[in-house]
């Protein structure tokens, strides 16, 4: 892969309050394959909303990055189960979505069950469980867990070891650290 293409990683930062509205910080790093960071991006999403996938939207649209070749996901549950429908995303963004965890597991599908009641949880449930199955990749040693659109598994593979340095992707690396940032900066702003 040239070391200039170019990915944009989102990931999201919530460091909780007692507000019942409350936000959670996205931020999107764009970042060439050669480890140099490009570009910001913020937004907010509700924690325990439904509206992750739009402020991810409307966070590429003002980026306006045409050059951006993949958008990398800090998985598809953000904020407290805002379910991320990355077909209508890849879709909006005309790009390939990685979507990326680091953790083995079971699944959303119970915790989502306890954490939510109605139709809250059943519309939350359906746009989990319209989601493709994750698959695992070892990169050096490690175990990460990606979900994919618009690119075949072997593709996903090349693009996910291109970004990959010590564990995590480096525009999630980059997005999330920048995300804890602007979180804590939002604190700040607030008490001022």
Not at 20 to 37: E, N, P
Not at 57 to 62: P, Q
Not at 99 to 119: K, M, P, Q
């Amino acid at each position: 892969m040239k070391p200039g293409r170019r990915a944009l990683g989102i990931a999201e930062s919530y460091r909780g309050t007692d507000d019942d509205h409350a936000q959670s910080t996205l931020a999107g790093a764009v970042v060439r394959a050669d480890r140099t960071v490009d570009d910001f991006v913020f937004d907010t999403c509700t924690v325990g909303g439904r509206d992750a996938t739009e402020a991810i939207i409307d966070c590429w649209r003002r980026l306006d990055r045409p050059d951006v070749q993949y958008c990398f996901l800090a998985g598809v549950a953000l904020a407290w189960y805002n379910i991320v429908d990355i077909d209508a995303l890849a879709e909006a963004i005309e790009r390939p979505i990685i979507a990326v965890t680091f953790e083995e597991s079971e699944g959303l599908g119970e915790a989502i069950r306890a954490a939510f009641d109605g139709e809250a949880r059943t519309r939350r449930l359906d746009a989990y469980e319209a989601l493709l199955e994750r698959r695992r990749l070892d990169i050096d040693g490690e175990s990460l867990f990606v979900r994919s659109v618009g690119l075949d598994a072997e593709t996903t593979e090349t693009v996910v070891r291109a970004y990959t340095y010590e564990r995590r992707p480096e525009p999630l690396r980059v997005a999330k650290r920048v995300a804890r940032r602007a979180d804590a900066a939002r604190d700040v702003f607030r008490r001022d």
